[in-house]
């Protein structure tokens, strides 16, 4: 149940574990039966100042109180609790008033206070003081004010409605700055404490002063002479004024006074200092002097003024000045001389000898300075002039008078000269080496050519041509264009390099000037060959129906010569640079074939164990990008001799020739051999005799693409892969692709002469050729093999089978 509650008392500031009050009277309860019951103290608030001690009843504080921090302001200062005891339940409230104590003095809130008095103020005028704070209440407070003593001023303390007290500054007498300028008091707030607290602070009393003086100028005209070179920021003269008050009125500002434009231009005036000083340069040629006047004025209001007069020394500060009247410009480079250019003159601002001046121009140049009679003077030409050579000219004109020191003026006239289409435009080169790949793409760019005109504008503005010419009998605008702007070339066709391998035209450039230059060069174009032609086998022919048949004796040794493939390329270069490799063969150990020259030869002795029958399949290949190649076939025949094969050939057991036919055949054989050779050697001797002379001639057009039995091209030549020209051993290797018994005449190689053209036809007769390379097929086949030597036409075989020819 809740009870009336009991109340307290306990001072600040008493130490923790003091003891408050006993409640055990109060409770009406001994100290067991509070112990039972297990009374507890419980705080209204946050913090828990006190505690109850159940063995004695005792209210115990916890910590030190400060009355100024729980209670701040609030009289009086309580703290509430509840004791509570249990079995049975009663709760009973506790207030503890916290009773103040004299623990604080009395603070103002600066050290110093200051007062600004003038010397005029009234006497007994008021000026209230700034009262003082104590933390501590009732007798504890603030009682009292004390200053320290003063004629001037007394201390009146009043109390407020709440029983504070406050007090007033009171003037006691009339004050004088010049007598006492300044007051300093002491002021004293002392509470009703025991023992008593005082606090302290200074005031400062400034008397202030009355502005009863006028501010006096140290002179009342100021005169400056001024040099007319004086720099802006120059200080031209200071004046000063002066003023018996103090403070604000004493403080003076300059000012001009009515001051003219031309004044306020060129000078300037510090407001406080007095201070003058240039702000624009000066010319004593227009103002030779200049009064200023100035104002002070103090802080009250008060003025006085002064003047200052500036007079302004003449000096030579005046550069001659070029004046400009007339330009031709820009002027045409063919100008005659005495073309007058410019036209001026020159003035000066100074007098006597500081305007009088002196011109002269640059050396060197194709302009003079004359002087005519009004004092003008003009630049006229003297010499030719040429734009490509000098396309400006920037003319210095000088110009000195006659002060001290001498000032001088220059002014930089430029001169452009007009281009006059003079000058033809001029190729880069005389001659230009274009490169064309053969089989190229219609409209391919070749290359440029490029021409420059020294002159300008549209004298500058070229167009290329392309003159009217053939090639090959054609127009060279079928060939090749070019454009009119760029000097691009193109190709029109696409070309052959074995058709054509160069060609030539030539190229206008025209200005577009009036009248129109021009100039040409010389354009050669240089097919680039491309590997485009497969290797053309000349030796053996590959077109019979047929592969031709060497014959080889089986005593043949090692590097035995049996034939020799002979191959061309109608390309150039590496491209036409062949290579032979034997790709299959019937016994890859008998025969090899010479990578470089296509020779095939024995690799070991030849012997009886070898089959009679060889095919080897040689690959032609070229040294092109890709390479192109092509294969022949050759058909080797072994014998024991010359007749041996013809009767070792049979193959069909029933058509065997008896032992006695086959001598009489071998003996007919070389009867018919040695009287043809005898009669044929005779004939190159005549031959030779008659014609030595058209030998070399018709080596040299052997080379014709019209004569030549290979191929229309004049480069289908049978020439030796390792020297590149033709050989003796040419001749040789047609008669052996031609079937010829080649291995049994190497005897007679080096000695047989070149044919005639009559001849070389005789031997292109294709069933001339036919029947030569079909002969030993017909020995092979025919079983009377004398009938097939009887019939044949011996006078034409000994000239096509047996004998080399060119």
């Known amino acids: 149940m809740l009870c009336e509650p009991f109340r307290y008392s306990v001072p600040e500031e008493k130490k923790a574990g003091s003891m408050v009050a006993n409640v055990l009277k109060d409770l009406k309860v001994d100290v067991k039966e509070l112990s039972a019951r297990r009374a507890q103290l419980i705080s209204k608030s946050s913090r828990q100042d006190f505690q109850l ?6 209210i115990i504080l916890r910590d030190k109180i400060d009355r100024e921090a729980l209670c701040g302001l609030t009289d009086p200062c309580t703290l509430f609790s509840e004791i509570v005891l249990e079995n049975p339940l009663q ?58 003593t003063s004629e001037y001023f007394k201390l009146d303390v009043q109390s407020q409605n709440d029983g504070s007290k406050y007090a007033e500054l009171l003037l006691a007498k009339p004050l004088d700055r010049e007598v006492i300028p300044q007051f300093i008091l002491t002021l004293e707030a002392v509470d009703g404490g025991i023992p008593r607290r005082t606090g302290t602070a200074q005031i400062i009393i400034d008397i202030l002063d009355n502005n009863d003086n006028v501010p006096q100028f140290e002179q009342a005209v100021y005169k400056v002479q001024l040099m007319e070179s004086s720099h802006p920021g120059s200080l031209v003269a200071k004046v000063e004024a002066t003023d018996k008050d103090i403070g604000v009125n004493a403080r003076i500002i300059y000012t001009f006074s009515q001051a003219p434009a031309h004044v306020l231009q060129s000078f300037s005036l510090n407001n406080h200092t007095g201070e003058i000083t240039l702000v624009a340069k000066i010319d004593y040629e227009i103002n030779s002097k200049y009064q200023l006047s100035i104002k002070a004025t103090d802080g009250g209001g008060l003025s006085t003024y002064c003047k200052v ?37 020159i003035r000066d601002q100074d007098s006597g000898d500081n305007g009088r001046t002196t011109c002269n121009t640059d050396k060197n140049l194709p302009f003079i300075l004359k002087l005519t009679e009004n004092n003008y003077y003009q630049l006229v030409t003297q010499q030719p002039l040429d734009r490509e050579q000098m396309s400006q000219y920037n003319i210095t004109i000088t110009a000195t008078d006659q002060g001290s020191p001498r000032l001088t003026s220059m002014t930089v006239i430029s001169i452009q000269l007009s281009d006059i289409n003079d000058n033809p435009p001029m190729f880069e080169r005389s001659f230009y080496d274009l490169h064309l790949r053969e089989n190229n793409i219609p409209g391919l760019l070749i290359g440029s050519v490029h021409a420059v005109d020294v002159d300008t504008e549209q004298n500058a503005k070229l167009t290329y041509w392309l003159l009217p010419g053939k090639i090959r009998d054609v127009p060279a605008s079928s060939y090749i264009s070019i454009n ?7 190709a029109i066709r696409s070309v052959d390099y074995e058709d054509i391998q160069d060609f030539q035209v030539m190229v206008r450039a025209v200005d577009k000037g009036s009248p129109p230059l021009s100039s040409e060069t010389m354009v050669r174009v240089l097919i680039r060959d491309e590997n485009d032609n497969a290797p053309f086998v000349l030796c053996p022919l590959q077109n019979s129906t047929s592969p031709s048949k060497e014959l080889v004796p089986r005593g043949a040794e090692i590097g035995y010569l049996v034939t020799k493939v002979v191959a061309t390329d109608r390309d150039s270069g590496q491209n036409s640079w062949l290579s032979y490799q034997l790709l299959k063969a019937t016994d890859p150990s008998l025969f090899a074939v010479g990578t470089q020259n296509g020779e095939v030869k024995t690799m070991r002795p030849v012997n009886i164990r070898d089959t009679f029958k060889h095919t080897l399949i040689v690959a032609v290949r070229d040294n092109g990008h ?63 005799a008659t014609k030595f002379q058209k030998r070399r001639k018709f080596i040299g057009s052997s080379h014709s693409a019209s004569n030549f039995p290979v191929g229309p091209s004049s480069q289908d030549k049978c020439v030796d892969p390792n020297t590149g020209t033709p050989s003796q051993a040419f001749s040789y290797e047609v ?26 036809k005789t031997l292109l007769n294709p069933q001339i050729r036919n029947d030569c390379r079909d002969l030993p097929n017909q020995l092979e086949e025919r079983e009377d093999i004398s009938q097939v030597l009887m019939s044949a036409d011996w006078s034409v075989i000994s000239w096509i089978c047996f004998f080399p020819l060119y």
């Open 484 to 490: 009119s702007e760029t000097g691009n070339l193109y």
């Open 53 to 58: 001690d159940p063995h004695s009843g005792n």
């Open 309 to 345: 007069l500036v007079d302004i020394e003449d000096e030579n500060d005046n550069a001659p000045e070029i004046v400009v009247s007339s330009i031709t410009n820009p002027l045409p480079e063919n100008s005659p001389p005495e073309t007058v250019v410019v036209l001026f003159g």
């Open 91 to 148: 709760v009973f409230k506790i207030e503890v008033q916290v009773e103040d104590v004299n623990d604080n003095s009395p603070t103002f809130s600066q050290n110093q206070f200051l007062f600004e008095i003038p010397e005029q103020t009234p006497i007994n005028a008021r000026f209230p003081l700034e009262t003082a704070h104590d933390l501590d209440k009732g007798e504890n407070a603030i009682q009292n004010y004390i200053i320290s």
């Open 626 to 688: 890709p390479p192109q190649s092509v294969s022949v076939t050759l058909r080797i025949l072994l014998v024991d001799g010359f007749s041996d094969p013809y009767m070792n050939i049979m193959d069909n057991p029933k058509s065997e020739v008896p032992q006695e036919e086959d001598h009489t055949l071998t003996m007919y054989l070389i009867i018919c051999l040695v009287a043809i050779s005898s009669i044929f050697l005779l004939s190159v001797m005549v031959f030779i």
């Open 735 to 760: 008669c052996l692709a031609d079937g010829s018994l080649s291995s049994e005449f190497k005897f007679l190689r080096p000695f047989f002469p070149v044919f005639t053209m009559e001849h070389r």
